[in-house]
């Protein structure tokens, strides 16, 4: 019998490893024989650790298990399915995870990461075996005619950045993969790199041959210990196949493949911070033009994509454009991770076509609040992002729709707040972590967010409150068109929405309510 | 506990890795990893062997949040401070283990043992409040969790 036990970080931190260790000894014990697969995370957080046992209907679940249910466990025969009042039913049938439109993350959470045969099983690598058929002409046609779009959250059209790298004469080109992933409420990449780390490996192979670049980098941050592991453990066994290196599957492409450490800086996430810092410099963020597609790292033409964006590749060249493409609205093609998180009852990640509501993510999906409190605010894309309300619930999840009330999707993360929230509070932390994290290169990041966060507390303080409110917004206005990058740029995102649907935590009167 | 200077394996550390693009960054990792801090005498090295000033070896150890100057604690406990686990909480939790051990972010107890630290998000998001403590990551920390957590090293 199999027993699958999550090996995801978030599955970790709340004893995954343990409870392994007592199925195995259990096990051993009773004289039961079961083989324990390790696995990515299938993403329904509030269910981790979550065992799952293979039976001939399914895979049977048992959520938040602890040590002390093992043997309870083996008492109900779980190794056959048998009911526990931990089971959850079969796993793909519980709605979160029924409801999703898995295409990206179809892999992650079913097999064991490291298992290249297990990835093969499941469609791994015909995906690069079409492209090397198609040609590299081809190839970036289809990702363009797949409507993807940047999923880092600037939301730029991959196959035009493909493109335009391809098209460039250079004697070397590169693939680099942003995995900075340093927003709050964010965890996409992490899960896909520790769960699903081939589908990467593959994306980044796909784009090699259709560029012509034979060098890639996977720039990690520090943060993410176990991803690094399992990222650098799935690159040596491709190697091994035959995957990367020389001659990728026997074709005329050498791709070799790096994974970088960051060193905690959020600016990192930013492209060419991120390419400065590759290249062993300060993070300090370029001035564009010149674009990384035609000068990139080490000043040669380089694709920089996001992670989920690469990761999306092998799906679209198994399946053809138009397979992605059907799902979505407008000009929002295929699907979204989102990740719903914070102060949520059912937290995880949900891919889905665009289109949902934020409404039905935070509420249907999610559950509504963990601490069972009404929800009152919404963060949307991470620390950079706006602050939703539920009187703007029914906004159609799409980066225009979103934009359209001056807000972004971003990477995808949702932070949901119950009422006890202090919003005064929350635009100025915006404020403080844009100064905590600024590059220092551009002047209404680097000064204006310290300035932002003083002139905060004073309107929090009741000094000339309106004269003060009116400043916080025009120093806003700088922000957003004065930097050079999205830091500084975005950081009014929180600060100006926080203000503008929750102007009472502003007023003096609410500091005695608000402290907690 | 400090540093202990030593430069043969220092320069190894270097000439296992100057044949890379852009080297700095695994050199600075693999020395904090060795050494548990860059030490000056690091920066020096490095400048020279690279063929950098010191001024900008200087300038790449600060800028980053994970370059130390001096070693920290023997274990080093890192709260998440980010949204995610505010919205759970962790500022009160964070505030009373550090009222609880004397203590200010970034500092260490003065016997050694503890460095507690902020981070910006261990994107364990969906099970916060979240801390790693040398390297192994916790979730779902309430404020009594949170303080078994550190008691365990103290």
Request: glycine content about 12%; charged content about 20%; hydrophobic content about 45%.
């Amino acid at each position: 019998m199999r027993v699958f036990i999550p090996r995801d970080a978030a599955a970790l931190a709340v004893g995954a490893d343990r409870v392994a260790a007592a199925i195995v000894s259990e096990a051993q014990a009773r004289g039961v024989a079961l083989e324990i697969v390790r696995t990515g995370s299938r993403g329904m957080f509030w269910l981790e650790p979550l065992v799952e046992v293979e039976t001939p209907g399914g895979r049977m679940g048992y959520g938040k298990v602890g040590v002390r249910d093992v043997p309870g466990l083996f008492d109900a025969d779980f190794q056959s399915g048998g009911w526990h009042e931990k089971s959850t039913g079969m796993v793909e049938k519980i709605p979160f995870f029924a409801k999703q439109d898995r295409l990206t993350f179809a892999r992650c959470g079913v097999i064991d990461p490291l298992d290249l045969d297990a990835y093969r099983a499941l469609g791994g690598y015909d995906g690069l075996a079409r492209a090397l058929q198609l040609g590299a002409a081809q190839t970036v046609a289809e990702v363009k005619a797949s409507g993807l779009r940047g999923r880092g959250g600037a939301g730029f059209p991959t196959g035009i950045k493909w493109e335009t790298v391809r098209t460039a004469v250079a004697a070397q080109k590169y693939i680099v993969c942003n995995a900075d992933e340093g927003d709050s409420g964010t965890f996409a990449d992490r899960m896909l790199m520790e769960g699903d780390p081939f589908t990467l490996i593959e994306g980044m192979t796909i784009a090699a041959a259709a560029v012509g670049a034979t060098r890639g980098y996977i720039y990690v941050r520090s943060e993410y210990p176990h991803a690094i592991r399992t990222m650098n453990d799935a690159i040596a066994i491709a190697c091994r196949a035959g995957l990367l290196g020389r001659a990728v599957m026997g074709s005329a492409y050498d791709f070799e493949l790096e994974v970088r450490v960051g060193a905690g800086a959020y600016v990192c996430g930013e492209e060419t911070a991120l390419l400065e810092s590759l290249e062993g410099k300060r993070g300090q963020v370029r001035a564009k033009p010149p674009i990384p597609a035609l000068a990139g790292l080490f000043g040669k033409p380089t694709v920089v994509n996001n992670l989920v964006s690469f990761a999306t590749i092998p799906f679209i060249l198994e399946k053809g454009a138009a397979a992605y493409a059907d799902y979505g609205m407008g000009r929002s093609r295929g699907t979204m991770p989102v990740q719903i998180a914070g102060n949520v009852k059912h937290g995880g990640l949900f891919e889905v076509a665009f289109g949902i509501t934020l409404g039905e993510l935070v509420n249907e999906i999610g559950g509504g609040s963990a601490t069972g409190r009404p929800v009152r605010a919404v963060q949307a894309g991470g620390p950079l992002g706006a602050y939703f309300p539920p009187a703007l619930f029914d906004t159609p999840y799409d980066y225009e729709a979103f934009a359209a009330r001056d807000g972004l999707i971003g990477h995808g993360g949702l932070v949901v707040f119950d009422d006890s929230v202090d919003m005064a509070k929350m635009a100025r932390f915006a404020m403080a972590f844009c100064a905590h994290e600024s590059c220092g290169k551009c002047t209404p990041c680097r000064i204006g967010s310290t300035r932002g966060v003083e002139v905060i507390d004073k309107i929090v303080a009741g000094h000339a409150a309106e004269e003060n409110i009116a400043l916080v917004k025009d120093l806003c206005e700088t922000m957003k068109f004065g930097s050079l990058c999205a830091l500084g740029g975005f950081t009014p995102y929180p600060v100006l929405s926080a203000l503008h649907h929750f102007p009472e935590d502003f007023a003096p009167a609410a500091i005695p309510a608000a402290a907690q | 506990m400090p540093h202990i200077w030593d430069s043969l394996a220092a320069e190894d550390i270097i000439t296992a890795r100057e044949a890379l693009e852009g080297p700095m960054l695994p050199i600075l990792h693999a020395m904090q990893a060795h050494f548990g801090c860059i030490p000056e005498e690091a920066i020096r090295l490095i400048a020279t062997r690279l063929n950098l000033t010191r001024a900008e070896v200087h300038g790449v150890v600060s800028f980053y949040h994970d370059f130390r100057r001096a070693p920290a604690g023997r274990h080093v406990l890192k709260l998440c401070r980010a949204e995610a686990c505010q919205s759970m909480g962790s500022e009160a939790n964070a505030a009373h283990l550090l009222h609880r051990l004397g203590l200010g972010w970034g500092e260490t107890t003065p016997d050694g043992r503890l460095t507690v630290e902020a981070v910006y998000c261990l994107g364990l998001c969906a099970c916060a409040p979240n801390a790693m403590l040398d390297g192994e990551v916790h979730g779902r920390l309430d404020a009594g969790a949170l303080e078994s957590l550190a008691m365990e090293v103290l």
